[in-house]
């Protein structure tokens, strides 16, 4: 199906499938529908945060571009404006004021990718040459414009950073991101050994714990990632780069299984849901990618990526509950223009 900004389309992706200027991806299929059945999930009443404090990992060794946030007041005559009594302004007012601002890395804690998050470059014209695109076409420099554009093997300056003004994070803030979800609990097989699983480990865990992913469905993976953080106090050593279950986004046919599942989004407890670094590319490809279920995910599906999340408590209730659905309700901060953000995601049973 032909597009006003490609005429060639990813092999197996869903481009095209949601209209020509689709920017929601799978976020399509959370209908009325699914919201219900999310809803009927709820039978306690019981909530649990699925959000780590914004403060951890702590440092910067699991990404060095991500830095932990830096909490400040805000300034008012000059001054800190953090319990500030407004007497000093009018002797007749018993006003304190405290106000305070932060400078956040938006994907340092719990996190949503959004579609703008990963792209590739891609022959999207069929003519042999790869060009800078992102979900269902959109591209760098016209819809994802940072204050450099790297594109024909140079560095030029743009007129400022614009940020993505499609497939930004705010297009997921207005869908509101709630549905029912499913967990699936690697942590409970495998512990905490660094595990690459693949395709046959996913099923017989699935199959086990009696795990049925349906269309429109999120998609949770605890991995026990957040314990090891949590129990490092915001101190991570390198080891954190060799804790715990990752998904080998090599494996083709786990990469079909997200395709054929119908998942909205593949949500973890640990770094990049995937393993990095990826398993070496097939020696026989011209190309690859260096995130290989990134690209399947948010490039050719749609399919949100969340990381760093908290889900050990929760998915211990499941557990103890012989239950593995749950109601999500986890929206992103509406910041137009964002590529990712914090989330305070809640599981309601």
């Known amino acids: ?40 999930e709820v039978r306690e009443g019981r909530s649990f945060c699925l959000s780590m404090p914004l403060d951890y990992p702590g440092g910067s060794i699991l990404n060095p ?15 800190p404006n953090m319990t500030y009594p407004l007497s000093r302004d009018d002797p007749k007012l018993v006003d304190v004021v405290c106000d305070d601002q932060v400078l956040l890395t938006l994907q340092y804690s719990t996190q949503w990718d959004s579609l703008a998050h990963v792209g590739q470059e891609f ?44 497939l930004g994070i705010e297009n997921m803030a207005r869908s509101c991101v709630q549905g029912r979800a ?17 395709y046959e480990d996913l099923m017989m865990v699935m199959e086990k714990d009696n795990v049925t992913v349906e269309q429109g469905d999120f998609v949770c993976l605890r991995t026990g990632f957040d314990q090891v953080l949590l129990e490092f106090d915001r101190k991570p050593d390198e080891s954190v780069h060799d804790i715990c279950a990752v998904l080998d986004g090599r494996d083709a046919r786990l990469q079909q299984c997200v395709t054929d599942s119908g ?15 990826s398993r070496p590319c097939d020696e026989h490809a011209d190309h690859c990618a260096a995130l290989p279920l990134h690209a ?35 929206p992103p901060l509406r910041l137009p223009g964002a590529v990712g953000s914090p989330a305070t995601p809640v599981g309601t049973v």
């Open 1 to 40: 199906m032909p597009n006003p900004r490609w005429k060639i389309r990813p092999a197996g992706s869903t481009w095209g499938d949601f209209g020509p200027d689709d920017q929601l991806g799978r976020l399509n299929l959370v209908t009325p529908e699914k919201v219900k059945q999310g809803v009927a």
């Open 65 to 79: 571009r991500r830095n932990p946030p830096v909490l400040s007041p805000t300034q008012r005559h000059g001054k």
């Open 123 to 166: 022959d999207v014209d069929g003519d042999g040459k790869r060009e800078t695109v992102f979900y269902n076409g959109f591209r760098a420099g016209e819809h994802i414009v940072g204050p450099v554009d790297y594109r024909g093997g140079k560095e030029t300056p743009t007129e400022g950073h614009k940020g993505a003004t499609r």
């Open 182 to 198: 499913v967990m699936i609990d690697l942590a409970a097989h495998f512990g905490r050994a660094r595990r690459m699983v693949g």
């Open 263 to 277: 998942a909205v989004a593949l949500i973890s407890d640990n770094y990049a849901v995937e393993g990095i670094p």
């Open 296 to 330: 399947h995910c948010l490039f050719k599906l749609g399919v949100y990526l969340g990381e760093i999340w908290y889900l050990s408590e929760l998915a211990d209730w499941l557990r103890a509950n012989k239950r593995n659905r749950f109601l999500l309700t986890a």
